[in-house]
């Protein structure tokens, strides 16, 4: 992955950035950084807004646009759209609920073997990730203030699809606290549908 390529990642998984702050992952110059950023800006991946979070000159944040969003992977989004459709058409929601439900019971199947023998929640959640990452999911752990887990998904592959059937964001809320097990307790805190840049669950142990 060239630079370019690096700094528009760094954005999408760690949301808006200065110049400065990019320039220390990078290991850039403050201008080199900003370069970058122009020219994603002048392609239309990049946007800015300035915020005033301290005394003095407002720091500029690079965000990416619609158009950086989609650059990663979408998993076809227009033919999932239009095959949710044609389900929906010949077979009613009936039909569409049938069709989740499979593709729930093959995921389950499927993180099942990824978190067998992983016995600790930290290593249960941490095989999920790994399972999501492999999806395209951009996922990670992270351990909150409190000692909760944050299973943090920084892009959906399923977007498209979510937004016309939000069936597939409640399935996947599930199917995540049944693979974790009864011993935690798994919600949701940040979801994309609802205009945030990232999903993020909270996963907490429950004591019994």
Known sequence: MNTADQALFLIKTRGPQTAQQLAALLDLTSMGARRQLEAWQEKGMLTYEDVADKPGRPSRRW?????GHARFPDRHADLTVQLIDQVRQLFGDAGLDKLIASREQ???????????GARALPDRVAALVQARSVEGYMAEVQTADDGALLLIENHCP???AARQCQQFCRSELDLFQRVLGSDCSVGRVEHMLNGARRCVYVIKPVTK
Not at 106 to 114: G, L
Request: glycine residues 0%.
């Open 63 to 67: 965000l990416l646009t619609e158009a």
């Open 106 to 116: 093959a995921s389950e199947q499927q993180y099942r073997q990824h978190l067998a």
């Open 158 to 160: 399923i977007c498209a």
